[in-house]
């Protein structure tokens, strides 16, 4: 019972990534037949990937490095997850915009992103670094693309207020998340002893935590007709 309270103390944020799952499993019929209808496959994925990341980090035989001197490295998993991370987004977007040439703006996004990580590759390691300048470009590739969808939203008519559109939570959270977490991530490789000083480790799980509060919010909130 004591290792169980230790580990939801100190990585309280796995935990939390299960309740969002269940929540938005408990509310899917809300939102089923929409471009997010595989919401709740991307956030068990999610807590699936921070749970495994867990457990090769504090535990051996998880290893996933041949160098026995990193075997807690576990950032290979993550190198992963947000790539498939943000071609989930992309093309929710690509989904729920209007306009031919605002999809056409998300398609060359997504392929600047991935070339972004193809050559990252021939710089940096993902088995041993995040690839930091790469999330940086698909950050503010995403972020371009909630841009333009609020530029659609501003100017079409809704009956519904916007607290009742999902699209209007998971927007919010993925805005404000990835205008810091790049910089963040940068900032930990870069200069990790301004990232040790002001424990930006604890900033980063604030956001993430902001970020899956709103998604958690968006699904509980959420009215079907309201959603675009």
Known sequence: MDAILTFITEH???PFYLIVWLVSVACYRTYFDTPLKYY???LMYTFLTELLGYFIKFHEEFQVVSNNKYNWYNV???NIYSV??????YYVYWQVLHKEVHKKWVKI???ISLLSY???LFFQDPFYSNLYYADLVASMVLLFSIWLYYKEKKIEFNPYPKKHNLMFWTSLGLAVFHSIFPFLIIIGYEAPKIWVNYNLRSVLWIFILFMYGTFMIGVMVHKRKAFR
């Open 12 to 14: 309280y944020i796995i």
């Open 40 to 42: 709740p496959m991307y």
């Open 76 to 78: 290979i998993i993550y």
């Open 84 to 89: 498939i991370t943000f071609l989930f987004f």
């Open 109 to 111: 996004g997504t392929g």
């Open 118 to 120: 193809a050559i990252s």
